[in-house]
Structures are given as C-alpha cells and as structure tokens.
C-alpha cells in the first residue's frame, strides 16, 4: 500500500474557509479544498461528487450545504515522524490529542462546518489511479 495521509473530510461555507484555514493551522492541522488539493487529478469533478455524496448520505440534514466547500483536514510535522525522504512513517496511531484538537477547532464553527468525527486516508502523492474517478 502507498503512503496515505490522515484527513478529515468537510463540508465549509465557501465565506469561512480562509477562517478555518487559519484557526486549524494555530494547531499543525492543514486545509486543502478538495479542487485544488495537490494528490487530486481532477479537482472539479472530484469535488462535485464528495459534495453530493456527502449531502445526501444525511438525507436531507445537511441540504443546506449543498453549495459548500468539501475540504480534507490533515495533520502537520507535529503529528507526524517523517523518512529520511520527508515520507509520511507514522510510528503508531494518531496521537488522542490531534483528534481533540481537530474536532474543538471544527466545533468553532459548528454553524458554517458539517462533517462527520472519523477520519479517512488519501494518497500522498497524485496518480493515475487516485481518485478512483472515470478519468479516461
């Protein structure tokens, strides 16, 4: 399996992305709208489905997020020890307090954030194979 990166994944007003950008990186967390996330081909097409998959997984609750941001939140230096090659080595489970820390920040702002507590992995670096889209 390649390297992955740990992230949490989020729906954003589009006004409060700078915001929460800023407020995630007081604690080495990272911010990537999904369009212009470096491991993504295509960024359009990659946002629109991760939008409308996570709106409609919560049938109806989360409608009015429909034209919001999706972005990943990962971990910074802190979180992580680094190969000799700046590669991602995690030398155990994702300490406890990165969580606290991410989901406190995303508690901030509960009125313009909708996301679920769980974290998924995604590539460290782009391919052809990544995102998994029809990119013929």
């Known amino acids: 399996m390649r390297p992955r990166h740990l992230v949490a994944t989020v729906l954003v007003e589009p006004s ?19 369009r212009t996330a470096p491991v993504v081909i295509d960024g359009e097409r990659m946002e629109f489905q991760l939008r409308r998959r996570l709106v409609e997984q919560r049938a109806g609750a ?3 997020a ?3 941001t999706p972005a990943w939140i990962g ?13 991602v080595r995690p030398s155990g489970p994702l300490p406890w307090a990165a969580h ?13 954030v909708r996301y679920r507590r769980r974290l998924t992995g995604i590539p460290t670096v782009p391919t052809s194979e990544w995102p998994g889209l029809n990119l013929r």
């Open 16 to 34: 409060a992305v700078e915001d929460l950008e800023l407020r995630v990186m007081t604690d080495d967390l990272w911010l990537w709208p999904v």
């Open 62 to 64: 989360w409608d009015d």
């Open 66 to 68: 429909a034209g919001w």
């Open 75 to 87: 971990f910074g230096d802190a979180w992580h020890e680094f190969g000799p090659e700046g590669n």
């Open 100 to 112: 606290q820390r991410l989901w406190s920040a995303l508690d901030e702002f509960a009125p313009q």
